[in-house]
């Protein structure tokens, strides 16, 4: 038979002990009393089985030792993961049992820790059990009271998990039962300890010159009144002709007693003597809470006012305490007046107040640290902070060489998750830290505080540890941290401030708008520098136009470049912007949009905007074949984010982004010849002069594509960049030379014969061909605006031209524009003849080349010869 079926049986119950049976079911409601119902039924597959096992657990026990039950899910018993104790009512009990199961990785689903009140035989048999009433019991003993605590763990919690949570309950049991056992005598030295402080009177001599042993006792009397939780207790004896104090036999209490299964490292007073002294610890206690446990250490003071030794408590402030008013703590509050008067400010005046609010925030470790001269410091340099939003550190390194204290105070609107993050990598890095802990404080207050523990190398160790050679960090040094603290709190809006303070082109007002504008995905992406650049460009843009940025991030890989498109009015789709980029010969690798929405307000343009980043990456290939062998160079970002570390009127930025304009407006075509921009080196327009001969050797029936054409230019830049030069050189007005001419054609007919493949050595002739029998063009045509013609026209004599099929005219006019093309055949001087529009798109000379035949016979006896278009 299986638990759950024995569990759920009537016979297990009438084998109950009679007074126990009869209470079952107001046990059960007490039990499940703090639970919500369905809390109750989400985590706990049966409350009824997990009130039995529970109960079964408990039906024996010796008072002062600890039942404990670990339940594998497949164990039967139908409860799942789960733990189950019982024992003796004691404070910490279930704050100790989940801050351990937190430790080893556990997860816990539902805590059930109702507190029973039993009666028991000698034997620790359950005679009977009710649930506690706190009212009806408060004034009766504690005996009789035991806490049944049921933690249900995650499903999936792994058995070797278990089983270890299994083994490590009973010792904490052990050490919340040796704690509180000892609770009750730690109280009593404290109290002890404070009426021999009280006799001593002034006659002590110690290193604590703002400290009098009455302060001292009144502190302890403070811990003692609910104030301190203590944990344990050690006394320490410095013996004769010995410097650093041993442990006292038979002294150790609670936490600190022998027995326990707590390691802590111990810090041990030596050098010179104190009357108080307070540390952190290193190691997290695992009892009220998961918290570093405070070391606080007294002096033992004989009738005389000498100092034989140290008693050392260890402890955590209560809730109570972590909240009082600084001035109500014994020697905090002394010292904080101090401080106060020390400024020349009395307490009740304005500035006064101010200081106290800001030591009423100090983390209870720095208030008993520093003494008064040090906490004035702090707090009149944390009054500047908030008015001149500006960062502030403070640094105190443990004398026992384990931690350095970092105290952070930054604007509130300042402080973030991530900048917290920054924070803590920066000081780990630079104070050489193994790990680190923080504490945040952020208040109706201006101002935000930070506290960090930086760990050191070594300071995990569990051997007591006495005063080190610790040496304090540096004025520069702590500065030089501090501005990097500083630089890692300024948000984006702050850098973007920055640079348009010291820049003359925009108004900061535009600016602010657009800070607000810019979505946090643009923000995350760039820099300030960069955004200023980028609110000068979007300002210019009106609906419907555009701006480009070809770019490459410092340390990219090669061929890794950023093109930012900006859109004036509505987005656009990545299908509109695919063609064109791969068009120029690169990948588009990613696309990142963000939308600007500026409201009118009178200030700078209003409207939609967008920017789109996208990923590029230029092939090694085409790297390699490019005649511009540093074309990543070019493209490197320097000084204002947005210039070239290499400018040139026509460097590949210039050529790159006016061949995305002129594409994307309709004036050149989206095809391969685009590639020529980054191979060859040449404008947009050069390449449309290539892409009009390609045009009309396809309308010359030549028998390679366009792509096949293209495919060879790209395989031979160079002999491309010549032909353009050699087009210049016969019709550029400015720069036209029969010399140069000449010497350029040698130059390409050379580069022709060096070419290895027969199709491309006719494709390049062909091409050269074209140039040659070229007799005009518009292409260095102008108009009164000095923009060029959208279409071009070249005035060709066909007998030159070998490609061309029989009969030849004596002249040829070929027009082409991404909108249109034609050609005009003409077979002499003087030909009539007129014009008709063709749908044979790749074939349309043909039909014009049958026309004007046809028109010669047509018009013999007015004409000799036609002419078509």
């Not at 079964?56 to 189950?84: E, F, I, W």
């Not at 502190?219 to 004896?237: C, I, Q």
């Not at 030549?702 to 050699?726: E, G, K, M, W």
């Amino acid at each position: 038979m299986t638990v759950s079926s024995e569990l759920s049986s009537e016979a297990w119950v009438a084998e109950l002990p009679d007074n126990l049976r009869a209470g079952l079911h107001a046990l059960e409601e007490g039990y499940f009393r703090h639970v919500g119902t369905d809390e109750a039924d989400c985590e706990i597959s049966s409350a009824e089985l997990t009130f039995r096992a529970h109960l079964a657990l408990a039906l024996t026990r010796q008072p002062g030792q600890g039942a404990v039950r670990v339940h594998h899910p497949d164990d039967g018993s139908g409860l799942g993961a789960a733990v189950q104790i019982v024992t003796d009512d004691m404070p910490m009990l279930v704050d100790s049992v989940t801050a351990l199961l937190a430790r080893l990785g556990g997860t816990v689903r539902e805590v059930i820790h109702p507190i029973v009140t039993v009666e028991r035989d000698a034997d620790g048999r359950l005679l009977a059990a009710r649930p506690h009433d706190a009212d009806a019991e408060r004034a009766g003993p504690a005996t009789g009271r035991e806490s049944w605590i049921h933690l249900q763990l995650h499903p999936a919690t792994s058995a070797e998990l278990l089983d270890e949570i299994a083994a490590a309950v009973p010792g904490v049991i052990g050490d919340v039962r040796q704690v509180s056992k000892d609770t009750d005598a730690i109280h009593a030295v404290l109290h002890e300890l404070a009426a021999g402080l009280d006799g001593v009177g002034d006659t002590v001599v110690t290193a604590d010159t703002d400290i009098a042993p009455s302060d001292c006792a009144g502190l302890l009397r403070w811990m003692a009144d609910g104030n301190f939780t203590v944990l344990g207790y050690a006394r320490y004896r410095t013996e004769t002709g010995e410097s650093v104090p041993v442990l006292v036999p038979d002294t150790a209490l609670g936490v600190l007693h022998p027995g326990t299964g707590i390691g802590f490292q111990v810090p041990v007073g030596a050098g010179a003597p104190r009357l108080l002294r307070m540390t952190q610890g290193l190691v997290p206690v695992t009892m009220q809470r998961a918290v570093y446990p405070f070391f606080i250490g007294v002096a033992d003071v004989n009738g005389a006012g000498e100092i034989r030794g140290e008693h050392l408590f260890i402890g955590v402030f209560t809730v109570t305490a972590l909240h009082e008013n600084v001035l109500d703590i014994p020697v905090v509050g002394t010292r904080v007046r101090s401080a106060i008067t020390g400024s020349g400010f009395d307490l009740d005046s304005f500035s006064g107040q101010a200081m106290l609010e800001v030591m009423q925030g100090f983390p209870r470790t720095e208030l008993f640290a520093c003494d008064a001269a040090t906490l004035r410091r702090i707090a009149a340099a944390v009054l500047n902070v908030g008015l001149r939003r500006q960062v502030r550190l403070f640094l105190r390194v443990d004398p026992y060489g384990r931690f350095v204290a970092a105290m952070v105070y930054l604007p509130r609107d300042r402080y973030t998750t991530a900048v917290r993050l920054e924070m803590q990598d920066i000081l780990v890095r630079e104070l050489g830290g193994a790990s680190i802990d923080y504490s945040a404080r952020v208040s109706e207050s201006e101002l935000a505080s930070v506290y960090f523990t930086i760990r050191l190398p070594g300071a995990d160790t569990t051997e007591p540890v006495r005063v080190s050679s610790a040496e304090e960090i540096s004025e520069p040094e702590r500065l030089r941290i501090q501005n990097l603290l500083g630089e890692a709190s300024r948000t984006w809006d702050d850098h973007l401030n920055d640079e348009v303070s010291a820049s003359t082109v925009l108004d900061p007002q535009i600016v602010r708008r657009y800070c607000e504008a810019f979505p946090d995905g643009y923000k995350q992406d760039f820099s300030a520098r960069r955004a200023l650049a980028d609110i000068d460009r979007l300002e210019r843009l009106r609906a419907g136009s555009i701006d480009q940025h070809l770019y490459r991030v410092a340390d990219a890989p090669a061929g890794s470049w950023r093109f930012t498109l900006y859109i004036g009015g509505a987005g656009i789709s990545l299908s509109q912007v695919l063609p064109v980029l791969q068009s120029l010969g690169v990948e588009v690798l990613d696309e990142r949009p963000y939308r600007i929405r500026r409201e009118a307000d009178g200030i700078g343009t209003a409207g939609e905007r967008w920017i789109y980043d996208f990923g590029l990456l230029a092939s090694p290939e085409l790297l390699r074949a490019a005649l511009d062998q540093d074309l990543d160079a070019e493209l490197l970002e320097v000084g204002s984010g947005m210039r070239a570390a290499a400018t040139s009127a026509t460097g590949v930025r210039d050529r790159f982004t006016e061949a995305f304009d002129a594409i994307w407006y309709g004036r050149a075509e989206a095809d391969g010849l685009n590639e020529l921009v980054l191979r060859a080196g040449l404008s947009w327009r050069e390449v449309a002069v290539l892409r009009t001969y390609a045009k009309y050797l396809q309308q010359a029936g030549f028998p390679y594509s366009q792509v096949n054409i293209a495919r060879v230019l790209h395989t031979y830049p160079d002999a491309a960049r010549l032909f353009a030069r050699l087009f210049a050189a016969r019709f550029d007005p400015d720069r036209c030379s029969a010399e140069d001419a000449d010497r350029v054609e040698q130059q390409v007919r050379e580069r022709i014969d060096q070419v290895v493949s027969l199709d491309a050595d006719r494709i390049l002739r062909a091409m050269l061909g074209l140039i040659l029998a070229t007799l005009r063009t518009n292409y260095y045509v102008t108009d009164a605006d000095g923009a060029a013609r959208e279409f071009i026209s070249v005035k060709v004599e066909p007998q030159e031209i070998a490609e061309l099929p029989q009969p030849r005219p004596k002249y040829e006019i070929f027009v082409y524009s991404p909108r249109v093309e034609g050609v005009h055949l003409r077979f002499g001087a003087v030909a009539r003849g007129g014009l008709r529009w063709s749908d044979r798109l790749e074939d349309f000379r043909t039909e014009i080349l049958g026309l004007v035949k046809a028109q010669a016979v047509k018009n013999a006896v007015i004409v000799p010869v036609g002419a078509k278009g």
